[in-house]
């Protein structure tokens, strides 16, 4: 046996909005055989399997009637390195922050804007992980995935994965299809540095020498320093990051929203133009807001909902939905939320 399995798992200390569940089995998956015999125990007994890294990006329910596994397959492999480019695998288990302080480490450049981004390497293409101007579709190149009902490993290539902001394959066509067990990015011995996002340059230049250009470093403790002092730290307040994707309107949406709210920020996007849930939220009044139950809104980020307390998963979603129906009532725009609902 590759694979120990427990039964009724809690999983408050796996997900980082603290939502107390507890999974009917729950098993840590360190290997290709472990997960071989994960699918096959799950497919005997109907189960469905929910694949976790971090849990920073989920809101559980209160009992899963599934078979949990915690993906810890480790690796990073240097497979190419030459024209200034280096091609690096990395199991679905490592943790991505790591990775990203490691490839600076190495001077391989092109993750520094996606620094601090909780959770692990095999989550972050589900929905094509993106900061500070950058997204995970930027750098990669390939996937490696296990299909959840024949047990065989496929290749996947970035067109394959049909990247989208806070989208990819894996929330639509493959959902709940397969567990990604590598990823396969392209990164850069030369930095390009990408710093119109925001205060980042600023930021940047501030932590380098002075007269001196930021290095890759640099900008990854310039994004780290602007993430800490506007996202909650997990360990300290639960929270999923950004609770709802910000919403994309229409021309004339955006220029009726404009006339009444003359300050709304709004971004143009090649389908529209985009503009700020958090801006939506905290005008709707939410932002620092606390139910009786522990769940809220933090109050330095009207999109980030957290849990001060012992809020369940449905404590959250009821806010959740406040939230929507207040938002579409004063601004006529849905917002979606981000975060996968078991
Ligand atoms: P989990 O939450 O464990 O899983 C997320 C989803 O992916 C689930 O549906 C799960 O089943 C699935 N999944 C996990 N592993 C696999 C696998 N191996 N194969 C197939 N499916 C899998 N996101 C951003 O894009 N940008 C940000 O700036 C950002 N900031 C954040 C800040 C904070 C404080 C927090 C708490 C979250 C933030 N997030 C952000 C969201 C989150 O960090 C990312 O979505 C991250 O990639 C989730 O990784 P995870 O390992 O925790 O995934
Ligand atoms: N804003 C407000 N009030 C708030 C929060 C934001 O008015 O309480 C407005 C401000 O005008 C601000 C604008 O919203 O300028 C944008 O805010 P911010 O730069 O903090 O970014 P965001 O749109 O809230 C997005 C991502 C984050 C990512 C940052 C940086 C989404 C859903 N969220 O947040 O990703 O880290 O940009 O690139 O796209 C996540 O996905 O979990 C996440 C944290």
């Not at 071989?36 to 007994?45: I, P, T």
């Not at 600023?202 to 602007?226: L, N, Q, S």
């Not at 997990?234 to 994309?248: L, Y």
């Not at 709004?266 to 389908?271: F, I, L, P, Q, R």
Request: negative net charge; glycine residues 10%; hydrophobic residues 40%.
């Amino acid at each position: 046996m590759n694979l120990k399995i427990e039964e009724y798992a809690s999983l408050k200390t796996m997900n980082t909005m603290g939502l107390e569940s507890v999974a009917r089995y729950f098993g840590r998956v360190e290997s290709l055989a472990a997960l071989q015999e994960a699918l096959v125990f799950a497919k005997e007994r109907h189960l469905p399997v929910i694949p976790l890294g971090e849990g920073s990006n989920v809101v559980l329910g209160e009992s899963l009637d599934a078979l949990v596994l915690l993906i810890r397959l480790k690796g990073r492999e240097i497979q190419e390195s030459h024209n200034g480019s280096v091609l690096l695998k990395v199991g679905a288990g490592e943790h991505w922050h790591s990775l990203v302080c490691w490839s600076l480490e190495q001077k391989f450049y092109g993750l520094e804007n996606l620094a601090l981004i909780p959770g692990c390497v095999g989550a972050a293409p589900v929905q094509n992980i993106g900061a500070y101007g950058v997204e995970i579709k930027d750098r990669f190149v390939s996937l490696e995935a296990v299909d959840r009902q024949t047990g065989e490993s496929t290749t996947l290539s970035a067109e394959e994965c049909a990247f989208g902001y806070r989208d990819s394959v894996f929330k639509n066509g493959l959902m709940d299809r397969v567990i990604i067990t590598s990823v396969t990015l392209r990164l850069s011995t030369t930095l390009m540095p990408e710093l119109d996002y925001g205060a980042l340059k600023e930021k940047a230049e501030g932590f380098a020498g002075e007269g001196e250009r930021p290095t890759g470093m640099d900008i990854c403790r310039a994004v780290c320093a602007i993430r800490r002092e506007k996202l909650p730290d997990p360990q300290v307040i639960g929270n999923a990051g950004s609770f709802f994707k910000n919403p994309v309107v229409s021309e004339e949406h955006k220029v009726a929203l404009k006339d009444k709210f003359s300050d709304i920020p709004a971004y143009k996007v090649s389908e529209g133009w985009k503009l700020a849930a958090g801006w939506l939220i905290e005008h709707c009044g939410f932002k620092g807001c606390l139910k009786k139950d522990g769940a809220g809104v933090y109050d330095k980020q009207a999109l980030v909902l957290v849990n001060h307390g012992n809020a369940c998963g449905k404590d959250v979603l009821l806010l959740a939905e406040e939230i929507r129906v207040a938002v579409k009532e004063r601004f006529s725009v849905t917002l979606e939320i981000e975060p996968r609902i078991y």
